[in-house]
Every structure is written in C-alpha cells, then in structure tokens.
C-alpha cells in the first residue's frame, strides 16, 4: 500500500546535485581570487590580450558564483518543471565554461593549479547534468510556483469511529499526541494533535454509524522510527491495533525496490492503516 514517491526516490540524487551547484559557486569564487591579484600585476602594456582574457574569466567566475547558490535553491527546493530546466542549463553552461577555461588556462599560461581545478569542475558538472536530466527529474504532478496565502489548507483530519474515547485513546498513545483543550464551553470533540514544537496534523474523532471499508479509499501511512518495522508494529499490536490478512502484499522476491516494506493493521474501530519501514 505504500510506495517510495518520486520525490523520496531522489534524495540522494538531489543531495548531490545541489552540492556540486553549491561547490560550484565557491570553486568560482576561489579561483577569481588569485586571477584577480595576479591582474593586479600584470603589466597592461606587455600582455594586452591576456589582461582582456582575464577580465573575462574572472566575469564568467563571478557569474557562475552567482548564480550557483539561487540554481541549488530552485532544484532542492520547489523542483517544478521551470527550476528543474532552469538548473539544467545553468549546469550545462558551467560544463562547458569549465572546459573552456581549461583550453584557456593550457593556451595563456594560467597557474599550473588552474588547469586541473577546471577540469574537476567539469567532471562534477557533467556528473550533476546526468543526474539533473536522468534519476533527479521534476516532481511529479503539477505544483504551483509559489505558496498562495488565499489556498486551503488542512486544518485537520476526521475519522471515523464508533467509539470516540477508545479511538482516540489509541491514536495518543500510538502517535506520542495530546488531546486538544476545549475551544469553547461545551466542546466535547475529541481532537488530538502533537505536542508543542512537534509538527504533524491533528486529527479528530468524528461519530460514524457505518463500518469501516475493507479497502478504504483514505488511510494512514505511518513509517517505523530508525526503519525498525518488527518492533513498531509489535508496539501498535500491544495498544490494541490487529493486524490484517491483506491480500496484495508483494510475493517473495518480487517486491519493486522502490517499494517500502509494510504490514497493514488496524485500529481497534477497525480503521485500516499501514506501517512502513
């Protein structure tokens, strides 16, 4: 019932190609430095060009230290089909600065250190590029660009039992939340939520006549701490959850690896819900 989203398949991919945009910027920024005290003696009448070609090199590096940080932000961050291009081509682009600078630094004679530096600035690019255009793709879906304040947002979840005092109970001890004080006289909702400082919906006990659906078209998917799936559920299974003869469980052997392992349970109003690992 749960499978690893798109965005948790890239985490690792992610990381990386936003250290490589980030490493870009300070690469850039260390080797302007020692160009731009060496202009300072360079003699403007015994290598005119080569003054010129520095004043170029230390304007490409400047840029690419701009625009690296803001490129890492975009991809990290909101990943949406714009950002997603955006560092694409600015990864592109400091690929093939980079081996321009290499060309550059064997025919004008930069300092010995220069040339190699470009090149391992090439190779990481090239590397994050094959990530940014293969395994580190867009998020899927279609996302807004920017939070509006003027959208909904979830203010809590509602579930529906037969007993709101057991329900609720459980759901507390299960996941560390506390009861909501009363907001106005005569409130008796049972609503529980995190603790201060946690974050997490709240979620409400809503009265329900009906019997739970053997396949709910809603659930909650919890995730084990530290992975350890055996123990979290065996907790669960002692505060009263049960756990359920779930007739799609992978066989042996052919589970995807991107498939979290789970074990379905449910909560002592038979509300199904799922533990991952």
Known sequence: ??????RGQVTAATTVAVLVLIADALVAMLMALPLSVSLLFLAVDEE?????????VIGLLAAIALLCPAMATLVAGVRTRAAHLAGCVVTALIAVAAAGLTAMALRYGFPSWFAPASIILFAANVLALFLLTGRLGPAAGTFPAAYDRRMAVFAQISLGVHDCERAGAFW?????????????EGDDWIVIEP?????GPAIAMDLSETEPPEFPRI???????????ATEVDRLVALGATRVDWPFYPEPGERHPDELPYVVLADPEGNRFCVAA
């Open 1 to 6: 019932m749960l499978v690893r989203t798109r």
């Open 172 to 184: 507390s001890r299960a996941l560390g939340y506390v009861r909501r004080a009363p907001r106005w």
């Open 195 to 199: 603790p201060p400082g946690v974050a």
């Open 219 to 229: 659930h909650f998917d919890l995730q084990a701490p530290d992975g350890d799936l």
């Open 48 to 56: 005119p060009a080569a003054t010129e070609v520095l004043f170029a």
